[in-house]
C-alpha cells in the first residue's frame, strides 16, 4: 500500500500559471521528498524537506509541510511546457530507511 | 543525467523464464534501491542495499532477489515470471539510506 496520496491526479494549467498539488500521508516520517517524472522515464529527485522543516523553495518550487496534519504541498510557480510530467511525493517513515510513493499527480502545461 | 546507470533498456522474454536486471549506482553512492512501476500498482519499493547489505525490504516476490556486490553495483534477478511481472524496473542510489534518491532510466520488462 502507498503511504502519500496525492491531489489531485491530474491538473492541467496554462503556460505562466501556478499549479498545486498535495500529498497526504499516515505515518510520522523522517523526510518528505517531491520527485518529478517526464513519461516513462526515471524519477528526478526535486526537493526534500525534513519534519522539523515548515517551508522550502528550490528555483521555482516551494514546498511546505504540515505534520499535524500529515500532509505538504508543492507548488511551482509561472510554469512552462517544460513542466508537463508527473510529479510523486515520497515519504520515509521515522523509523526505517525505504521510501513509499504515493501514486502521482499529472501536470499538463499548455502553452 | 543522474549517473546511475542501468542495463538493459528493454528485455522481452516469455513467462516462466530467469532474467537479471544490472544497476550501477552514482558514484560514492552506497545505497541501492530496486521499484517496480506498472500502470496499475503504481511505484513500488522492492528492496534495498547498504554497502552490500540487505537494509529494507518492500513488496518484493519471493520469485524476486537481489544483491550488491563489493563494487557496489546491484543485480536483481526475476524468475518464473508471469505476465504481471511486466512493468518499468528502477534502480536508484543515495549517499546514505532514507536521503535523496537518484533515479537510473529504468529496464522496461515485457513478459510475453
Known amino acids: 500500500s502507498q503511504q502519500g496520496e496525492e491531489d489531485p491526479q491530474a491538473l492541467s494549467i496554462q503556460e505562466g500559471e501556478n499549479a498545486t498539488m498535495n500529498c497526504s500521508y499516515k505515518?510520522?516520517?523522517?523526510?518528505l521528498q517531491w520527485y518529478r517524472q517526464n513519461s516513462g522515464r526515471g524519477l528526478v529527485h526535486l526537493i526534500l524537506i525534513r519534519s522539523n522543516e515548515r517551508e522550502k523553495h528550490s528555483g521555482r518550487l516551494r514546498v511546505t509541510l504540515d505534520t499535524s496534519k500529515k500532509s505538504s504541498s508543492l507548488l511551482i510557480t509561472a510554469s512552462r511546457a517544460a513542466d508537463t510530467a508527473s510529479y510523486f511525493c515520497a515519504t520515509r517513515p521515522a523509523d526505517d530507511y525505504k521510501l513509499s510513493f504515493g501514486a502521482g499527480t499529472t501536470v499538463t502545461v499548455r502553452a | 543525467d543522474s549517473g546511475v546507470t542501468q542495463t538493459p533498456k528493454h528485455l522481452i522474454t516469455a513467462t516462466g523464464q530467469r532474467v537479471t536486471l544490472r544497476c550501477s549506482p552514482r558514484s560514492g553512492d552506497l545505497s541501492v534501491y530496486w521499484y517496480q512501476q506498472s500502470l496499475d500498482q503504481g511505484l513500488q519499493f522492492l528492496i534495498q542495499?547498504?554497502?552490500?547489505?540487505?537494509?529494507a525490504k518492500g513488496n518484493i516476490l519471493e520469485r524476486f532477489s537481489a544483491q550488491q556486490f563489493p563494487d557496489l553495483h546491484s543485480e536483481l534477478n526475476l524468475s518464473s515470471l508471469e505476465l504481471g511481472d511486466s512493468a518499468l524496473y528502477f534502480c536508484a542510489s543515495s549517499v546514505v539510506g532514507g536521503g535523496e534518491q537518484y533515479f537510473g532510466p529504468g529496464t522496461r520488462l515485457t513478459v510475453t
Open positions: 505515518t510520522s516520517i523522517n523526510n
Open positions: 542495499y547498504y554497502n552490500g547489505e540487505e537494509r
